[in-house]
């Protein structure tokens, strides 16, 4: 462990330097939050390190999506289908990044209903380092490629368990796939009326147990669950999404809620649901043939609401769980402040255990995530045990760690960030799991060093994120008038740079000052794009062009991104 302590520390101090531009931390403050000191001195003296995912020396170099790769950013293609095509990103039917969580943070005990997560997938041919990491989640030769830790409570158990928050990660993805279907209902059917929609819609915001045997409708063909109750159950989307779970929430989310301003939106639920009825109303509007033509998702002032709904509520969700509940420390007995010394209710894991492994599954990696590259990732092909499916509880890439991969194999080598995510999450939950039991100061402070990584990281996958759809947008600005202009995709853009641009509220150790997030919508446009090309002010255009490179510019100097990456990405 001295080995992958010191690791970290020379790792987060690097990492500090490329996510936290100096204006927003100095040395002194994170000296008294005791955590990284300034120091880039390396503390180990036989360079042993361990490997994070290995290597980007098959990346490709397109910068971006049009690979043929689904993405996990939320975005499908040009058409308005419910499956997604070449430019997926987080989509209900191809390879995406939806997110759940499962377990009650307060207790540790998961939302599991019986079905395993434990499929002891088998590592790719990561590279090993001989970092004297023990038998839990090593290859024979020692490499710390595998999330998988054996419990210290039931002999030969795995002490690994998150289904509940995989269970969330679905719903989100069912509810993508739905919304892109609605259209073609609504022509084909005919027989909506006001609320049908809205009801269609909290089947998954609101999910019932009680349907825990219908079918998932936009999974992957080989997912080898393809039911809801194969996969989990318990908390919904509704009882997770930031400001109802609110035990350790760091801001009262139903009045310092932000971002998205809109008349009688107080909270992020009631945002979601704003955008429901919005979707309901279009449904109906199309039925009798009033407004436009456009999807029932799709506004004619360029908002893309299935975007919008699916990325928001992983950051709400996810991102809030997993950094404000699970991995935070300022609560006596949540996040890492949870008991480590005894099991469950009987469970296999502690409660640290489990709530370290609940952010694990919000972040969305599949187990062998550490032996795979960013490239492969990416492809989320990952039958890591060879039985011919996909396990969506433990080789499935979920949510923004797909984000992570592809911002890395977009920067064509010059980030790793997948390689620091595992750093953080495995070195973390190692020290968690080699205590066993209550853990020292020393320990618990080289937990939250790890923990500082993981969170760090992920926000800047996200924030580079941000970056790559304002690149996209501006783009499709550029173009109007050509053939090759799209309405559609420049909605797509916005909201999915909007949607992302929301989450870094939700992380209570962001690097972005509230000052900067208000500059940075204020930028974007608060609740649509800030002028459409060809609505008769073309000079309004080039404002707008350039109030989206400021935009990307805050994001270089908030996040420390290099300059010519941040434009290419």
């Known amino acids: 462990m001295t080995h992958r302590t010191a690791l970290l520390l020379a790792l ?24 990284w000191d300034g120091s880039t001195e390396t503390p180990w003296d036989d360079g042993s390190v361990p490997d994070g995912p290995a290597g980007t020396d098959d990346i490709d170099t397109d910068g971006g999506d049009a690979d043929g790769i689904p993405d996990a950013d939320g975005l499908d293609g040009e058409h308005f289908d419910a499956d997604a095509d070449a430019d997926a990103d987080s989509d209900g039917s191809d390879h995406t990044d939806v997110d759940s969580d499962g377990g009650s943070h307060d207790t540790g005990s998961s939302d599991d209903t019986g079905s395993s997560d434990d499929t002891g997938s088998s590592d790719h041919d990561g590279s090993s380092d001989d970092d004297g990491c023990d038998d839990d989640g090593c290859d024979d030769d020692g490499s710390a490629d595998s999330y998988e830790f ?34 073609e209902r609504v022509d084909e059917e005919g027989s909506f009326e006001p609320g049908d929609a809205t009801s269609g819609l909290l089947y998954y915001f609101d999910f019932s147990d009680s349907d825990g045997d219908d079918e998932l409708r936009f999974a992957p063909e080989d997912a080898l669950q393809t039911r809801f109750a194969d996969i989990g159950g318990g908390a919904g989307l509704v009882g997770k999404i930031a400001g109802n779970d609110a035990a350790t929430d760091h801001r009262d989310w139903a009045t310092e809620f932000s971002g998205f301003p809109v008349a009688g939106t107080t909270s992020p639920e009631s945002l979601v649901q704003h955008w429901f009825t919005e979707i309901d109303d279009r449904t109906i509007e199309r039925l009798y043939g009033s407004g436009d033509d456009y999807p029932v998702y799709l506004s004619n002032n360029g908002v893309d609401r299935r975007q919008l709904i699916n990325i928001f509520l992983q950051g709400a969700v996810s ?34 255990e489990h709530n370290w492994d609940a952010a694990f599954a919000y972040f969305g990696a599949c187990r062998n995530y550490g032996s795979l590259t960013a490239t492969e990732i990416k492809a989320n092909e990952n039958d890591a045990n060879g039985d011919g499916a996909i396990d969506l509880l433990s080789e499935y890439v979920w949510g923004a760690s797909m984000n992570v991969a592809k911002r890395d194999v977009g920067s064509e080598g010059v980030y790793d960030m997948t390689g620091d995510m595992w750093t953080g999450f495995y070195t973390g939950r190692e020290i968690i799991s080699g205590a066993d039991g209550a853990l020292s100061e020393e320990e618990l ?6 923990r500082d990584l993981a969170i760090s990281t992920w926000e800047k996958a996200i924030a580079a994120t941000v970056a790559h759809y304002i690149n996209d947008l501006i783009a499709e600005i550029t173009v109007y008038g050509d053939a090759s202009y799209s309405f559609a995709d420049l909605a797509k853009h916005w909201s999915a740079a909007k949607g992302y641009a929301l989450w870094f509220q939700f992380n209570p150790h962001s690097p972005m000052t509230d000052e900067q997030f208000s500059t940075l919508h204020e930028l974007l446009g608060w609740t649509s794009p800030n002028h459409l090309p060809g609505s008769g002010e073309d000079d309004m255009a080039y404002i707008y062009i350039a109030e989206l490179e400021d935009a990307r510019t805050l994001l270089g100097e908030v996040y420390g991104f290099d300059e010519g990456v941040l434009e290419d990405w």
């Open 319 to 352: 991102f809030s769980q997993g950094t404000d509940d699970y991995l935070d420390d300022d609560i006596d007995g949540k996040g890492l402040l949870a008991d480590n010394t005894a099991a469950v209710d009987g469970k296999p894991y502690s409660s640290l």
């Open 12 to 35: 987060f101090s690097t990492a500090c330097d490329f996510g936290k531009s100096a204006d927003n931390h100095d040395d002194e403050e994170w000296e008294e939050d005791g955590e």
């Open 150 to 183: 054996e419990s210290r409570f039931i002999e030969g158990a795995s002490s690994v368990s998150y289904s509940g928050q995989i269970f969330r990660h679905t719903l989100i993805q069912e509810l993508r796939g739905y919304i892109g279907e609605l259209t």
């Open 445 to 450: 402070d080289t937990v939250r060093v790890a």
